[in-house]
């Protein structure tokens, strides 16, 4: 099955700051890689996605990069914001099927203003 | 975007007792949901996968008489945790795949206290 590895598992960032998170899969089938952004005690809302056959894709301040050749996928965020503190999960699932979507640890960023 | 409501947010329950769950796909029908749980500071644990109109898929370490799932419309998946032990108590959060865009919608998410 596959298998979504997820670093760092915190990221302490000061305000207008970047911010990198880095995941990397093991499934050559795995085609869609979504993010997510967890606040305490909340639901997971998806922020950005990116699909196998787009290398970069920007959303404002958010941006996923994906190289398929080496299985990995990043999430990009400028000019952090203390709002943008929260816990952050990558994901990986392969067309057909359920779309089950396997998840990394997750990222604890802590914006400090 | 679509939306799961899941309910109740918040229980308390004693040991021993039965506790439901109950996930609604609000705006469009969900042939396919997914519970998860989730303990602090870690990951979304994928339980089990539940079909509409069939019996659920559970992953491999998790009880299926314990965690029973019932899929009955294709608008409502139900979790019942079964003889609540306090080890059960947890974040227990539901999920659809959101048909206009390729991702996933969650449900608000159930904490479970068990005393």
């Known amino acids: 099955g596959e298998n979504v590895e997820q670093h760092p598992s915190t990221l302490s960032v000061q305000e207008g700051d970047s911010a990198v998170i880095k995941c990397t899969y093991s499934?050559?089938?795995?085609?869609?890689f979504p993010w997510y952004k967890q606040e305490l005690g909340k639901r997971p809302q998806l922020i950005i996605d990116?699909?196998?056959?787009?290398g970069e894709k920007k959303d404002q301040r958010i941006a996923v990069t994906l190289n398929k050749t080496a299985k990995h996928f990043s999430l990009h965020i400028t000019e952090t914001q203390p709002e943008d503190s929260a816990v952050y999960f990558c994901?990986?699932?392969?067309?057909?099927?359920?779309?089950?979507?396997?998840f990394g640890r997750g990222t604890s960023l802590i914006v400090h203003p | 975007g679509a939306v799961v409501s899941q309910h109740p947010s918040r229980v308390i329950c004693k040991s021993g007792t039965s506790v439901k769950i109950e996930c609604r796909s609000l705006?469009?029908?969900?042939?396919?949901m997914f519970w998860y749980r989730q303990f602090p500071k870690q990951s979304l644990m994928l339980m089990a996968t539940?079909?509409?109109?069939?019996?659920?898929?559970?992953e491999q370490g998790v009880e299926k008489d314990k965690f029973l799932i019932n899929h009955a419309s294709l608008t409502l998946s139900t979790l019942t945790v079964t003889s609540a032990h306090p080890e059960d108590s947890s974040f227990y959060i539901c999920?659809?795949?959101?048909?206009?865009?390729?991702?996933?919608?969650f449900g608000s998410g159930t904490r479970l206290t068990v005393v």
């Open positions: 999920s659809a795949r959101d048909p206009d865009r390729a991702g996933y919608t």
């Open positions: 499934d050559s089938a795995s085609n869609y």
């Open positions: 990116i699909r196998s056959n787009v």
């Open positions: 994901a990986a699932s392969a067309s057909g099927g359920s779309y089950i979507p396997t």
């Open positions: 705006d469009f029908q969900a042939t396919t």
């Open positions: 539940s079909n509409e109109g069939s019996k659920a898929t559970y």
